[in-house]
């Protein structure tokens, strides 16, 4: 049961740190903070050894040092970087690669519908929405989690934790 309830903070944060990029272009800390806090929990729950759990957070240590190099040459939002390299720690060596590649299509398919969506003018039915303004305003920035959301949920069933159950 425990397991069970600790393999849903991945999902869950996915799906609050989309919500929360889309309405603000923002990832509040605590979110990446709870998949790094959540992960042992959820691997000491699994029974899985010191080992697995030694090179996720391995993996998750050199994702945040790609991420930091990146947020320095402007390619990448702190937050989007912070979210990355956390949930790299949940999918492990296993399924990096896969997470990564889910998170680039998504981050091109998201950026060309922001561009056709910004280029176009803003719909009268949306303009009632403050998100929907604030995205067809900005002129730069992308709610990356979406992407990186996005490509968690669809890796989700694949994770190695997952396997315990």
Do not use: C
Not at 12 to 25: E, H
Not at 55 to 60: D, E
Not at 63 to 84: R, S, T
């Amino acid at each position: 049961m425990l397991l069970w309830a600790l393999s849903l903070v991945f999902p869950v944060v996915m799906i609050l740190s989309m919500l929360s990029d889309l309405r603000t272009f923002e990832i509040p800390n605590r979110l990446p903070l709870a998949l790094v806090v959540g992960y042992p929990l959820a691997a000491l729950s699994a029974g899985l050894s010191w080992q697995p759990q030694l090179w996720a957070f391995a993996l998750g240590g050199l994702m945040l040092v790609i991420a930091v190099i990146m947020f320095v040459l402007g390619l990448m939002g702190g937050g989007d970087g912070k979210l990355l390299a956390a949930a790299a720690i949940w999918t492990g060596p296993e399924r990096v690669l896969d997470f990564l590649i889910a998170t680039a299509l998504a981050g091109g398919i998201l950026a060309l519908a922001l561009l056709v969506f910004r280029r176009l003018p803003l719909a009268a039915g949306l303009s009632s929405f403050p998100t929907m303004r604030r995205l067809h305003a900005e002129k730069r920035d992308v709610p990356y989690a979406v992407a990186i959301g996005g490509a968690g949920l669809v890796i989700y069933p694949q994770l190695p934790i997952l396997s315990q159950f």
